[in-house]
């Protein structure tokens, strides 16, 4: 009987499953009655353990219908709205209905602080001349499109636009969380649709975010080489494989932007950031040089510059030979479940921790190897980074 009660799903939701208990529990029944409050207790228990962790599910609904309501809003069908919004969440609403957004939950998908902070961090970046992200935006886009992004704006603007419009002292800011948010189906289509409409071109924002990177970086020396961002001599010319002929400051940045999405989708290692950067950012500078613009100031290094050794990454992999293509525990687990670039974390994430582990050792074992080999290059003298004053 008790059991039979323990197969039924709303079991323990009903008053008749809590008998009374205040008998005597050593007759037979005091002992059911004590037997069928423990059992209504367990299931409660568990329901609302269940009910706490149960995940959103976004598999009923086709990526297909993400795309066209990114591109078609005025084409989606009033099921397809309805679909969207089974998901009970901003993005479903987002994309089923952008005109029912409050100004709080635009701001949520967009990844910005509530509006009355961005306001006030307008407010004081500009001295008051400015108070909304779209005239921040429009300054900032005029600065690129003249080249002048380091003179026409200020160092706390352009800080701003940087960090979607998150202060410098909000410890909110950071990558991690937008990356596992942009692994949830339909995020990057709800932010897209959301930017499309506001009239907000990514470019601007990467340019910023470029500009404060380099602006930030002498005050870490600690950092070390990657993050100070050596940069080539005049003999650099453009990889073709990367940007063609292709040579306005716009498509240099792009490219950047494209990058740095395959970074946070665990494509692209730490190591090829830093190096495809570097060569980006040469590129930005010759660009602007032949335009007649105001290059950037860039920080400067001997030539050739080593590819830096990078620390651990988050996912516990490192440091790795400068020679060598890294393959940090979550690129093997990319590699070996052929999943796509949006499903690679939450995918990574779902995993015990004792799977984790044998990636970990998997890819230890692989950046052994990778070390071993670099050893024997430089023994050799065969290492591209063996200079001639140390060959015999």
């Not at 005025?74 to 209905?97: F, H, N, P, W």
């Not at 970046?125 to 921040?136: I, N, Q, R």
């Not at 950067?277 to 080593?306: F, I, K, M, V």
Request: glycine letters at 6%.
């Amino acid at each position: 009987m008790a059991e039979s009660r323990k197969m039924d799903e709303n079991f323990g939701t009903r008053e008749e499953d809590w008998p009374e208990v205040d008998v005597d529990s050593d007759t037979e029944e005091g002992g059911e009655a004590m037997r069928r409050s423990e059992a209504a207790l367990h299931a409660t228990i568990e329901r609302s353990i269940c009910q706490r962790h149960a995940q959103p599910d976004h598999d009923t609904i086709p990526h297909a219908l993400y795309v066209k309501a990114q591109n078609h809003q005025d084409q989606l069908t009033q099921e397809e709205r309805r679909l969207l919004l089974s998901r009970g969440d901003i993005v479903g609403k987002a994309l089923a209905d952008p005109d029912s957004l409050t100004a709080d939950e635009t701001h949520q998908i967009l990844f910005w602080p509530p509006p009355d902070v961005v306001r006030a961090n307008i407010q004081r970046a500009t001295g008051g001349s400015l108070s909304t992200p779209s005239e921040l935006f429009a300054k900032g886009k005029d600065a690129v499109d003249r080249g002048q992004l380091g003179t026409m704006l200020n160092d706390d603007e352009i800080a701003l636009l940087a960090r979607s419009f998150h202060g410098m002292d909000d410890a909110t800011f950071g990558p991690a969380e937008r990356s596992r948010a942009f692994g949830v189906p339909g995020t990057g289509q709800a932010v897209e649709l959301l930017s499309k409409r506001l009239g907000l071109d990514v470019v601007v924002f990467r340019a910023a975010a470029v500009h404060h990177m380099q602006y930030m970086a002498p005050m870490f020396p600690s950092l070390g080489p990657a993050q100070s961002l050596p940069m080539p001599g005049p003999v650099f010319t453009t990889p073709q494989g990367q940007l063609g002929n292709r040579q306005q400051p716009h498509d240099i940045i792009r490219a950047m932007v494209s990058l740095s999405e395959q970074h946070e989708l665990g494509n692209v290692t730490d190591e090829e950031v830093v190096a495809r950067n570097r060569d980006y950012l040469a590129a930005l500078q010759a660009a602007s040089s032949l335009s007649g613009r105001p290059a950037p100031t860039l920080l400067t290094s001997p030539w050739p510059a080593t590819p830096p050794i990078l620390p651990t990454d988050r996912f516990g992999s490192g440091p790795w030979p400068p020679t060598a293509q890294p393959r940090s525990p979550i690129n093997v687990f990319h590699n070996d479940m052929h999943l796509s670039g949006y499903d690679v974390e939450p995918g990574w994430s779902a995993l015990s921790e004792d799977q984790k582990e044998a990636y970990r050792a998997r890819s230890e074992t692989f950046r052994r190897e990778a070390w071993a080999e670099h050893e024997r290059a430089l023994a050799d003298g065969t290492s591209p980074f063996v200079f001639p004053s140390r060959q015999t």
